[in-house]
């Protein structure tokens, strides 16, 4: 029982440096999610994909960006790292069906920019 | 502009006591309002309610949603060490994936 996973889980990055991070899930889910978690801010969305070929805005997108060429993956990409985007990332995915939309999240990726 | 609220933000007690845990929700075209438990890595589902009003019980750990005053309350009962974590909650609507969670709620039980 995979669910969803998440690589690498932990990072190091140079400031400027591009890199992407991996969230695959086994479960069949039409829709997935990058969020992000820093301290007093809660789960924050970047992008979502609700289906294969389809992704879109979250709350804070600037500096990230995303692709979902399968259906069970979905990318986040990094092009010239911040400190600002020094954070640990969340992916998560759901399913639509019987309007259930519980969310299932991988175990995170600590990511630390220099 | 939609919004979910919890409070309080960090919260400790003993072993043993009753907690409760508050989520207000400003949600365009409501749907549900789920609350998820994370300890040290991934949050984990919890409960999900509508505004059909029915409580959701599983064990120690209880949840309703008020559709008219816009909150939801989880309460735990005889809190255990294991029951440490932040408490998350969400609101979720028709068409808007965008919602976000609350900043969540830091439960300490201390032993």
């Known amino acids: 029982n995979a669910g969803v996973t998440q690589t690498p889980k932990f990072r190091v990055l140079k400031t400027g440096q591009s890199m992407t991070l991996l969230c695959a899930q086994d479960?069949?889910?039409?829709?997935m999610y990058w969020y992000r978690q820093d301290p007093g801010m809660g789960l924050r969305l970047i992008h979502y994909?609700?289906?294969?070929?389809?992704?879109a805005k979250g709350e804070v997108p600037d500096g990230y960006n995303v692709s979902r060429l399968k259906k069970q993956n979905f990318l986040l990409g990094l092009e010239s790292a911040a400190p600002s985007q020094t954070s640990v990332y969340f992916c998560?995915?759901?399913?639509?069906?019987?309007?259930?939309?519980?969310?299932?999240f991988g175990a995170g990726t600590r990511l630390s920019v220099l | 502009e939609d919004k979910v609220v919890q409070s309080p933000l960090s919260l400790v007690v003993h072993e043993g006591d009753t907690v409760t845990l508050n989520c207000s929700y400003e949600?365009?075209?409501?749907?549900?309002l789920l609350w998820y438990k994370q300890e040290k890595k991934a949050p984990t589902f919890l409960f999900m309610l509508?505004?059909?009003?029915i409580e959701k019980k599983s064990g120690r750990l209880s949840s309703i949603l008020d559709k008219k005053e816009l909150f939801s309350i989880l309460n735990i009962t005889a809190t255990q060490t294991g029951d440490s974590a932040v408490y998350l909650c969400?609101?979720?609507?028709?068409?808007?994936?965008?919602?976000?969670f609350g900043t969540g709620t830091r439960l300490t039980i201390i032993p």
């Open positions: 479960m069949n889910h039409e829709y």
């Open positions: 969400k609101g979720s609507n028709f068409g808007n994936e965008k919602l976000t």
């Open positions: 949600v365009t075209n409501f749907r549900s």
């Open positions: 509508t505004s059909s009003g």
């Open positions: 994909s609700v289906g294969e070929g389809t992704t």
């Open positions: 998560a995915s759901s399913s639509q069906r019987q309007g259930k939309n519980i969310q299932y």
